[in-house]
T-cell receptor, first 114, second 113 residues
Framework: DAGVIQSPRHEVTEMGQEVTLRCKPISGHDYLFWYRQTMMRGLELLIYFNNNVPIDDSGMPEDRFSAKMPNASFSTLKIQPSEPRDSAVYFC????????????FGPGTRLTVL | AQTVTQSQPEMSVQEAETVTLSCTYDTSESDYYLFWYKQPPSRQMILVIRQEAYKQQNATENRFSVNFQKAAKSFSLKISDSQLGDAAMYFCAYRAKGNNLFFGTGTRLTVIP
């Protein structure tokens, strides 16, 4: 299995631009999670999906952030407009409820907003 | 609310020696899971070990073992025969019946040759 795939690995953009992060979960996993990691706040859950449906988005910082999962093999996290404080590493993770509850993480996307 | 506390921001260990990383958590649940994740400089999050709260036996994975004290809400990680490749950030994490993982702030482990 290829594992969780994220793209891009690095993204540098200017304040005010739209940013789209992409994730392909492990095939057969029915839960997908988006996390953000910063030095100040550590690892935070932003949102998670079950069977492509958003279940808990209480961690999404504000309306500038949105996430979609149009099908079982693809999800996006969009920031519009981006701000310097959004600079962080964004992780996608997936799991299969029947599989022992381990979350498998992607390699992360390092976002820098100038 | 669930919280996970790692009180050691940094630890160091001599190669081949043993080190223990501490973790405490707060929960009102009786059924939950605890994890230790390793994050090397590549930043990939790698599961090290998992413990189910209903199991009294401490989990072990090769050189990694845990000391799970449910009453004390403590979940420490012991690394035996430390290797240079063990150098990383280590995160303790908690998961209850929902699917949210709550992470501690991490412990940076340095392995001294």
């Amino acid at each position: 299995d290829a594992g969780v795939i994220q793209s891009p690995r690095h993204e540098v953009t200017e304040m005010g631009q739209e940013v789209t992060l992409r994730c392909k979960p492990i095939s057969g996993h029915d839960y997908l999670f988006w996390y953000r990691q910063t030095m100040m706040r550590g690892l935070e859950l932003l949102i998670y999906f079950n069977n492509n449906v958003p279940i808990d988005d209480s961690g999404m910082p504000e309306d500038r952030f949105s996430a979609k999962m149009p099908n079982a093999s693809f999800s996006t996290l969009k920031i519009q407009p981006s701000e310097p404080r959004d600079s962080a590493v964004y992780f996608c993770a997936s799991t299969r409820l029947a599989g022992g509850y381990e979350q498998f993480f992607g390699p992360g996307t390092r976002l820098t907003v100038l | 609310a669930q919280t996970v506390t790692q009180s050691q921001p940094e630890m160091s260990v001599q190669e081949a020696e043993t080190v223990t990383l501490s973790c405490t958590y707060d929960t009102s649940e009786s059924d939950y899971y605890l994890f230790w994740y390793k994050q090397p400089p590549s930043r990939q999050m790698i599961l090290v070990i998992r413990q189910e709260a209903y199991k009294q036996q401490n989990a072990t994975e090769n050189r990694f073992s845990v000391n799970f004290q449910k009453a004390a809400k403590s979940f420490s990680l012991k690394i035996s025969d430390s290797q240079l490749g063990d150098a990383a950030m280590y995160f303790c994490a908690y998961r209850a019946k929902g699917n949210n993982l709550f992470f501690g702030t991490g412990t940076r482990l340095t392995v001294i040759p």
